[in-house]
Structure formats: C-alpha cells, structure tokens
C-alpha cells in the first residue's frame, strides 16, 4: 500500500507533471512565476485547493456519482465543490491568517478558475480508484505544479538581467524553457 502510494507521489509529481505532460495550468504557470515568493505562495495555494478538491471531489465520485449513475454531471459538481472549497479557503484565511491572506488573497480567483484543479480532479477519477489514492494524486499533481512553479520564477529571476536576443524576449523564452523543463522531467520516467 505505502510502495503504491509512493509510486503515485513519484509518478504524478515528476513524470505525468501536470504542466509539462497535460500542458494545464500554463497561465497562471506564466503570470505568477515572476518571483520564487509569489509562486512559492501560489503553489502552496494550489496544492491545498488540489488536495481538498481530490479528497472531496473523489469521495462524492466514489460514493454518490458512480452508485447511483450520475456520473454525466461530474464534471458540473466538480466545478461547484471546487469553487466552494476556494471560497472557504479564503474566508477562512481572511478570518484566521490575515497576513497570509493579504499575501496570495489576489491569487483565489485565478485558482478558481485554475483548470489545474479541475484537471487534477478528472484525471483521478479516470486512472485512480479509492479516496486515498484520489487524495495523493490530486496532491502529487499540485505539489508537481508548485516545483515547475517555482523553478520557472527561479529561472525568471536569474535571466532578468541577462542579454536575450530581441526575438526571444517574453513569452519565446518562457516557452523554450518550459519545453526545455519538460524534456528533463521526462527523464525522470527511467526511475519506473
């Protein structure tokens, strides 16, 4: 069970990133990578957003949907437990961690309307089976999305200041470094 876990960490985290092997989440990826602390927040934002969404979402999946053959409005009960569970995190932030709320409280409504939280959600229903396992997928999924995160500010960070040719300023180099990070994740897949 722990060495099945393990492997699902492993696998959705570094191998199936979210971002570099289903290309979810480019957007926010790009608008929010420009400092290692906002991503860093960001991230942290996402994994919890993820995690409660899979946890949740795949318990109403696993004990509502599939019984009683509603599994056609998934992806429309999804969407609303995923809003919801934002909406709380926020309030609850707002309420009981003013400072941290202050700090990545403009970043809830590009989670809401993150597709990475609803990718990851899908994606557990369709190759995980049980709660737990929906649960460390949703957040190997997020904790994958929150190290491209913040490497990618890292990298951002340093070459700032470095002479790029005219035509590969902007999005041309975020996207040859994304591909470029996508090529060594998949060195990661030798591990399986």
Do not use: W
Request: hydrophobic share 60%.
């Amino acid at each position: 069970m722990i060495k099945e876990l393990l492997m699902i960490l492993l696998t959705s985290a570094m191998i199936n990133n979210i971002v570099l092997s289903y290309f979810l989440g480019l957007c926010p990826l790009m608008g929010t990578s420009k400092k290692i602390g906002t991503a860093a927040g960001m991230g942290m934002a996402v994994i919890i957003a993820v995690t409660l969404a899979s946890a949740i979402n795949g318990a109403i999946y696993e004990f509502i949907l599939l019984p009683y053959k509603l599994a056609f409005l998934q992806t429309v009960i999804f969407i609303f437990v995923i809003i919801a569970i934002i909406k709380l995190i926020a309030f609850i932030m707002k309420k009981l961690l003013k400072k941290s709320y202050q700090a990545i409280g403009i970043y809830f409504p590009v989670i809401i309307t993150n597709c990475v939280i609803l990718g990851a959600v899908l994606i557990n229903v369709r190759q995980t089976d049980g709660v737990l396992n929906h649960t460390v997928n949703g957040f190997a999924l997020a904790l994958g999305f929150a190290l491209v995160l913040v490497i990618l500010a890292g990298i951002r960070e340093r070459i700032a200041y470095n002479d790029i040719p005219e035509s590969f300023k902007g999005l041309p180099i975020l996207l040859l470094i994304i591909g470029l990070m996508s090529m060594a994740f998949f060195g990661f897949s030798v591990l399986l």
